[in-house]
């Protein structure tokens, strides 16, 4: 996992700006960049604490209604290692008998191509955790050169998707191929390769916006989050266009049920807005019936397989919101999810991987399994 230190402001580009973490700080905004700018992030500064390594112990679906998911955050993201009543031998015995029952899709390769039996395998991709490392500047979450190359070659011989929580244009600055499908804000805002893509069979252009008529909504909330949270060291919120996050990662945990309840009171005035939870993240969305889950049937029918019994879908992510996915996968019986977790966690997956590099590694199996087919030139 790269390192990364949160960075200094970058209010010129709209994207990071830091605020003090003053409450005396009015001054909130670059004067040429409006606040609800889509993928911006506004946060305080604060002393950084040492990165998570992974997520962990919680349940699994993305929801989280009137619980308390502050604890839950803290269960399923913990910041260092949880002392445990249990010994080491126990917490190996749990590790050992969650990879028996989602085993390591590296470790599966030859089973899992075997299980694709020709058909036509699509790949789903989650962005943050999956393809970049978890890191505490969000606007920092750089995937390497080596993962772009992996997933440039992904996609020469299958369709491939990035579904994210993120704003579409800000993953796609992180991403930069051209020949992919991006399925940004948890799938609220969907579009193809501009030139098209050589898997489609028609050549219509994919832009899929269902919660479009929610944008004035998110711009105001968006607002109001960062007036509410100014007073929280270490809050940020990030603008993901059809939806907005509140990131928990660098804020003291003793503040974390304050940030909670500055949350709450927001979205009180909002009710057709709900909020969701990923890895020290609170996302707040439309109610509207979809995720990531949605978007993947979604992608499916305009590739051409809306019932087809000839694809093989793939979805490889780490979070809650991935969950939606993972489940759609294993009800239609098609394909499998791919859960990234150094930490035993429920999930709707059917195999594992322990963290980005083993993505990398598995993304690069598969293309040289694909090339193995191929007549030699
Ligand atoms: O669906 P994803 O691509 O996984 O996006 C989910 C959220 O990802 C980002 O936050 C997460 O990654 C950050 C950078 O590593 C990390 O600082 C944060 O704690 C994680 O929750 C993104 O910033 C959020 O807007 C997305 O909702």
């Known amino acids: 996992m790269t390192n990364q230190k949160v960075v200094v402001s970058d209010a010129k580009s709209g994207i990071g700006m830091t605020i003090n973490g003053s409450p005396n700080n009015s001054s909130l905004f670059s004067a040429n960049q ?27 679906g ?32 749990t590790r050992n008998s ?45 995937m390497t050169s080596e993962m772009r190359e992996a997933v440039r070659d992904i996609a020469k011989y299958f369709p491939t998707a990035i579904v994210t929580g993120r704003c579409r244009a800000k993953v796609y600055n992180f991403v930069r191929l051209s020949q992919l499908y991006y399925a ?64 928990f990662r660098c804020v003291d945990e003793k503040s974390w049920n304050a940030l909670a309840e500055q949350v709450r009171s927001v979205l009180n005035d909002y009710p057709k807005l709900k909020l969701t939870q990923g890895r020290k993240v609170l996302e707040i969305r ?4 979809w995720d990531k889950g949605k978007a993947l049937e979604f992608l499916l029918e ?11 879908p793939i979805y490889i992510g780490d979070d809650r919101t991935d969950e939606d996915a993972f489940k759609v996968l294993r009800d239609r019986g098609q394909g499998f999810g791919i859960l990234v977790s150094k930490i035993p966690k429920e999930t709707n997956a059917s195999y594992s991987l322990q963290e980005p590099s ?20």
Not at 34 to 60: D, M, S, Y
Not at 286 to 289: D, E, N, R, V, Y
Request: charge should be positive; aromatic fraction near 10%.
């Open 98 to 142: 969650w990879i028996s029952r989602y085993p390591s899709a590296l470790g599966m390769f030859d089973q899992i191509i075997k299980a694709s039996n020709g058909k036509q395998i699509v790949m789903f991709l989650d962005y943050d955790g999956t393809l970049s490392p978890i890191v505490e500047d969000p606007d920092r979450a750089f």
């Open 286 to 289: 439309p109610t509207i019936k």
């Open 62 to 93: 993305a929801r989280v209604v009137n619980g308390n998911w502050v604890d839950s955050m803290r269960a399923s993201s913990p910041t260092r290692k949880p002392s445990s009543p249990f010994s080491e031998t126990d917490q190996d015995y």
């Open 184 to 247: 940004g804000s948890h799938g609220m805002d969907i579009r193809g390769p501009a030139n098209g893509s050589k898997y489609k069979k028609d050549n219509k252009a994919v832009l899929f916006q269902p919660a479009r008529e929610f944008l004035p909504m998110i711009d105001e909330v968006y607002k109001a989050l960062i007036d509410k949270t100014k007073s929280t060291p270490g809050a940020m919120v990030e603008n993901n266009k059809f939806c907005v996050s509140v990131h």
């Open 358 to 377: 083993e993505v990398m590694e598995f993304l690069r199996r598969l293309v040289e399994w694909k090339q193995s087919l191929l007549p030699a030139q």
């Open 34 to 60: 409006p606040p609800a700018a889509a993928g911006a992030t506004i946060w305080r500064k604060k002393p950084l604490k040492k990165l998570e390594t992974g997520g962990g112990g919680g349940v699994g």
């Open 302 to 312: 305009s590739l051409g397989y809306a019932n087809s019994d000839e694809v093989f």
